[in-house]
Nanobody
Framework: QSQFAEAGGGLVQSGGSLRLSCTNSKLTLRYRSIGWFRQAPGKERELVSA????????RYSDTVEGRFTISRNNFKNAVYLQMNSLEPDDTAVYYC?????????????????WGQGTQDTVSS
């Protein structure tokens, strides 16, 4: 098991903010790229954002660009997703995942370890 711990999800009104955190008790996250994915009911899992081993590389989906920010704290072995200006369409289960090769891939199959997910609900 990958022993991810995701936190920060919950219920928020449209326009509000949430900050997700992802830590891991077994993996050293700074040696891996980390992705945040989400999956809404009836939809496929999609990449929201990714950060490479080098924090200089980040990737965002078009739907969250400018509203979400991914960052990492290597001392805490953690990766964060700050989500601002949330919209009802952002409602989903959010997952963090780690990729050994560090490329910050866009596709879920490239990631080697997955968290259990945290539910985020944005009310209108």
């Amino acid at each position: 098991q990958s022993q991810f711990a995701e936190a920060g999800g919950g219920l928020v009104q449209s326009g509000g903010s949430l900050r997700l955190s992802c830590t891991n008790s077994k993996l050293t996250l700074r040696y891996r790229s980390i992705g945040w994915f989400r999956q809404a009911p009836g939809k496929e899992r999609e990449l929201v954002s990714a950060i490479g081993r080098n924090e200089g590389f980040t990737r965002y989906s078009d739907t969250v660009e400018g509203r979400f920010t991914i960052s990492r704290n290597n001392f805490k072995n953690a990766v964060y997703l700050q989500m601002n200006s949330l919209e009802p369409d952002d409602t989903a289960v959010y997952y963090c995942a780690a990729e050994d090769n560090g490329y910050g891939a866009e596709v879920a199959w490239a990631y080697d370890y997955w968290g259990q997910g945290t539910q985020d609900t944005v009310s209108s």
